[in-house]
């Protein structure tokens, strides 16, 4: 770690001392992301954000939590990157062959898990869980949780839109959601936007989305 720290301070802080001298002075990041705490997810390296361009919070398996469930590090990270740096972008992204999205779907009773942290938070994302078992239950375990990885992604954007501060400047055009999965394996990452505007969370939580994009 002295060696890379050493390296970081030669290479790139030294060669910006401008830049970072007025990171000093205070931040005002266009996007916030919440990605994943999985060591093979690093949504700076993946999408190359440099220091002061993302304000980022990493859980297990990138949920948020609806506003109802009470305070978490997650939403406590949303509620100051959304009022207090006024991002115009949340990117929530997801993986493949996550850890997390593998212990929801292999949950056999929700009541069961309060005697593990894992599945204590994991559970934000029964939504998608009940959905993907809707959608695929033909299909084998692994293949059932990479339709809920990227389920979860819509689930985790349609949660963002509980919280009245948010919904708020999405519709005032100020902030927009996005979702983004990083498949590790082959290296593509694919990117859209919630449709806003083709969503109705509070009647059945059914959303739309836009500009799909897939990079490889």
């Avoid at 190359?48 to 990493?58: K, S």
């Avoid at 292999?106 to 559970?123: A, C, G, L, R, T």
């Avoid at 009647?203 to 990079?215: C, D, L, M, P």
């Amino acid at each position: 770690m002295r060696h890379r720290f050493l390296s970081f301070k030669k290479d790139k802080y030294l060669e910006n001392l401008e830049h970072y001298q007025t990171l000093a002075r205070g931040q005002a990041p266009k996007f916030m992301v919440i990605a994943c705490a999985d060591s093979r997810v690093c949504p700076s390296s993946i999408l190359g954000f440099q220091p002061g361009e993302a304000f980022v919070v990493r859980n297990v398996a990138n949920l948020v939590p609806p506003h109802e469930n009470g305070p978490t590090e997650t939403n406590a990270a949303l509620e100051f990157a959304v009022n207090s740096l006024e991002v115009e972008n949340i990117l929530v992204v997801g993986h493949s062959c996550c850890g997390g999205i593998h212990a929801l779907m292999s949950m056999q009773d929700e009541m069961s898990s309060s005697s593990s942290f894992i599945k204590s938070w994991v559970v934000v994302g029964k939504a998608a869980r009940l959905r993907t078992i809707a959608a695929v239950s033909d299909l084998n375990l692994d293949q059932q949780c990479r339709h809920c990885e990227k389920e979860s992604i819509n689930r985790s954007l349609l949660n963002l839109l509980t919280y009245p501060w948010i919904e708020d400047r999405v519709e005032k055009g100020m902030l927009s959601l996005h979702g983004g999965y990083y498949d590790f394996a082959d290296c593509t990452f694919e990117k859209w936007t919630l449709d806003c505007k083709g969503c109705r969370p509070k009647v059945a939580g059914e959303y739309s989305i836009k500009n799909r994009e897939f990079w490889s």
